[in-house]
């Protein structure tokens, strides 16, 4: 039975995170042969895990010297030590150091030092690893050192667990006595002789393997790939059916690029791809894309010219042959393979995109072999990418920089330069022959390794990637980055990556405790959407499928607003905030398009890139029936987008409360956006209403509709908002709106037109015997069927459903649910009632074509209290990507990739849905609706700069506001409400089984 109470390692520091013994050996030697005692490296063998004190007894043996004498030898071999370690640096800790710690750290574990050195914290400090541990207990910490157990149970102590809660890992014989005598599991590092009696033993810090000492959580997702932890996607069957799919699910990434989760011997074929954001490009004279760049982490084994790899169009079933995971919490794609044959018993490797430095990927092989076999391996940048719409470089020059190697090309439209740079150290082999190949833009460095005696061959690759729109020469940094990288060694750089996800996971993590699976499903949507947006910079988009390939063009779509933002908007402000300027920044390209199309005012593209100019095609889909174009005006119907932005922005200062983003960039965006909507309705004489006509909802498979009531809505809260802040910054701040005035245009004039046309804005009422709200006028006329009835109808799978001749075009059948989407983004407008109604009418009729329409059933069915409907609805919705159960070809176009949306929407059913957060202009409302297996949901929210942490639990709830808030937080928690001044924390009773009755 798997042990779930909270659990830590204690590390020992000296020979299990970094090989100090030498530096102590050269120490005691220089001292020894000062004062002219015999000692030798047998005899430093038996000062390991000792203190410095008995140490020095040991080596003095039967002389006896005086107590100042004592204590000046001591200094003297301190003052030694400490010399030799201002040469020490991140590169000095051990292999697999700093991968065991956040492994650990990743499975709930707490981590901390137990080491006998009182200069165990300078250590940390210098190998750059003091940040990822919770306590350091050393030898300053007690007086008893090993192997009295003292210093463990400090240790325990100082995390607040149980001995029998710890794991020690360990190299010394005294430190495993000291292990076991605290009651704690003793593992131990090193030979049988020295750490045999520990309950576990490995060779190396390396090879330890916590899943054999506290075995993991396991479940398979359906028939997907294995769930662990609440942090790891295990895929152990590798189907070439799904390369593309996993491939994509296994995306790391950091905002900036994102490298698809292949194999290093892979190449384009198997869709081998590093897509770099702010590269649009377009190759072909219709699609502008990012660009998929050289791949500076391949990498190839052979042995007498036979190739040791994964086959990547064969079918490999058997987990013991290979296994490929994704690390969620950090970001690492890890591989193990086990050949059938061949010399090598075993290839590991990993990789990750630095989240410290975003321009660089790492990636580590261990290669597991005979002492003294001969092996090739070849390594370099493959300038042969897979990219979806054409070469999108005009020229490509590889280039030898002594130990680097690079690629500098220039893209096909635009001629922006890029530079792609490798480095490669190789440890636990001899090299005895170099060679440098290149053909066919690819630039390889063969080596002919040896084996060394460890059985160990251990190769740390980095790649760097910069544009021209990053730095004015980007080949120069490539290298210089790429090369201080490689110095760094990779257990620094993965430290600091580490160190940067833990910073992100701390606002953003959803923990959700008594369901592992809805824990990990959630947590790879929140990741995926972490690292499809660009936190370091304001004038770039999340892409709708991210960094994960070239589909949907890298580019924003209304999915931005919408989905992605909510969850940074209420964990990390400032990331949101930056999103937002970027469609400031992209205000002309919008003014553009209305211009274009005859509008006034701001109407924003529904592909936008980094210039705001449309990037969506008129003829996007393929009749794969006939072959013919079908001409979608998702370019130029599709106008909620502007709306939808707007709305955003209202959330967004209710959220934050920051009024200078609304001042200086969020009051130019509503206003060109009313200006756009006035010039867009239509006055109707009949009625003396405006109306919204040929129009495309989120619904696309109905297009060239009027009234749609998602669309008229949007406008309706779009235009009200626009009054509201003209009208504010008239009596509040003139000098801004004077500034307006003469920068764009906007008078008082359209002030009063925007009024006019808010107060005659048509309404779609629900009908009023059924409650219905009907999606568009004449949706009701259509024919009412159901999507099973259409798949019959189907003459090719991949047929386009919606507009003009699809299967769907003439019925009530949806791709997503408009009207259920308007409940998400407007709760306040209609009763529980009309709600339901809607819900039960629309879903049956729903297709569920988009990635986005269960997860906003979901939220909807959470806060309806319909809490089982509402978890299915989660769970199908959130693993999309998981299962790949998707079509990635409707209509003959390629959009696979990674739904960012969805990602970003599994936040908001979470913690918008079953965690009941809504948030007022005055208060937070908190109203969770549990499902009844989850014991407990825990996250944070930022709330106009205070911290506010949720803890809802089956019987109560329990908030806490930080102590560097602000000011107080004032929450309604099922109608009752409680004030929280910063640090403090209450806790209300609730009985969720009544509220979801009630």
Known sequence: MTDHRQHAVIFDLDGVLTDTAEFHYLAWQQLADAEGLPFDREANEQLRGVSRRDSLLLLLGDREVDQDHFDDMMERKNELYLTSLERMGPQDALPGAVALVIDAKRRGMKVAIGSSSKNAPFVLDRLGLTGLFDAIADGNSVQDAKPAPDLFLAAAQMLDLAPDACIVIEDAESGVDAALAAGMTAVGIGPKARVGHAHHRFLTTADVDLARILPCDEARLEQGPVLSDGWVVVDDHHDPGQIVNVATSHLTGNGYLGYRGTLPEWGRDATVGCTVSDTWDNADGKWSELCNVPNGLFATWEHLGQPIAVPAHEVTSDRDLLERRLDIRYGRQHRRYAPSQGPIRQLVDERFASMDERHLLAQRQRVFAAPGDRLTFTSGIDGQVWSLNGDHFAFVEPQIHDDALAMRMNTTERGLPIAVAQVVRI???????????????????????????????????????????????????????????????????????????????????????????????????????????????????????????????????????????????????????????????????????????????AFYAWISGDTGDELCPDFFFVDVLTGRPIRNHFNDWQIHISPDIVCTIDGYVR????????????????????????????????????????????????????????????????????????????????????????????????????????????????????????????????????????????????????????????????????????????????????????????????????????????????????????????????????????????????????????????????????????????????????????????????????????????????????????????????????????????????????????
Not at 545 to 559: E, K
Not at 958 to 978: C, Q, Y
């Open 427 to 601: 440890r636990g082999g001899q090299v005895h022959a170099e060679r440098v190949i290149e053909d066919e833009r690819q630039l390889l460095r063969v080596m002919d390794v040896e084996v060394g005696d460890d059985g160990v061959v251990i190769v740390d690759q980095v790649m760097t990637v910069y544009s021209g729109n990053d730095v004015e020469y980007p080949l120069r940094e490539s290298l210089a980055v790429a090369r201080a990288a490689i110095d760094d060694g990779y257990e620094s750089l993965l430290a600091r990556h580490a160190l940067a996800w833990d910073a992100l996971w701390e606002r953003v993590d959803v923990q959700i405790t008594g369901d592992q699976l809805a824990q990990t499903v959630l947590r790879y949507n929140l990741y995926h959407n972490i690292i499809a947006t660009p936190m370091h910079a304001d004038h770039l988009p999340i892409g709708a499928r991210g960094l994960s390939c070239q589909a949907y063009q890298g580019a924003a779509f209304w999915d931005q607003e919408v989905f992605n933002l909510p969850m940074w908007v209420h964990t990390v402000p400032e990331i949101a905030r930056n999103v937002m300027i970027y469609r400031y920044r992209t205000l002309d390209g919008a003014r553009r398009k209305a211009e274009r199309l005859g509008y006034a005012g």
């Open 655 to 998: 959220v934050t409360g920051d009024h200078d983003f609304v001042a200086g960039h969020g009051a130019e965006i509503v206003f060109e956006v009313a200006r756009f909507l006035a010039s867009f309705v239509y006055y109707r004489p009949a009625d003396g209403l405006y109306h919204l006509i040929r129009l495309l909802g989120p619904d696309e498979y109905h297009e060239n509709v009027d009234d749609n009531v998602f669309t008229v809505e949007q406008t309706r809260v779009a235009l009200a908002e626009a009054i509201t802040l003209y009208g504010d910054l008239q009596g509040n701040d003139e000098n801004r709106l004077n500034e307006l005035r003469e920068t764009i245009g906007v008078s008082d004039e359209e002030y009063e037109a925007w009024k006019e046309i808010h107060g005659s804005l048509v309404t779609i009422e629900p009908h009023p015997e059924t409650n219905i709200i009907e999606q568009f006028v004449g949706y009701f006329d259509h024919e009412d069927t159901t999507p099973d009835a259409l798949k019959t109808r189907l003459q090719d799978p991949n047929e386009y459903w919606g507009w003009p001749n699809g299967v769907a075009h003439h019925t009530q059948v949806i791709k997503q649910p408009d009207v259920v989407q308007l409940f998400v983004n407007q709760p306040e407008l209609f009763g529980r009632d009309i709600i339901e109604a809607n819900f039960d009418y629309y879903l049956q009729r729903t297709q569920h074509g988009s990635s986005l329409s269960r997860p906003m059933y979901g939220l909807v069915a959470a806060r309806l209290g319909r809490v089982r409907e509402a978890y299915d609805l989660f769970i199908k919705g959130s693993t999309v990507d998981l299962l790949a159960d998707h079509n990635p070809m409707p209509g003959g176009t390629f959009i696979g990739g990674i739904h960012t949306a969805a990602c970003g929407a599994a936040w908001q059913v979470a913690v918008l849905g079953f965690g009941g957060v809504h948030v007022r202009d005055d208060h937070v409302e908190v109203d969770p609706r549990l499902p009844e297996q989850w014991e407990e949901l825990a996250f944070g929210l930022s709330i106009r700069g205070c911290w506010l942490r949720v803890h809802a639990r089956q019987d109560e709830i329990e908030l806490a506001v930080d102590a560097s808030s602000p000011g107080p937080v004032t929450v309604l928690v099922h109608g009752r409400s409680t004030t929280i001044e910063p640090g403090d924390t209450a806790t209300t009773p609730v009985d969720l089984a009544t509220e979801l009755a009630r």
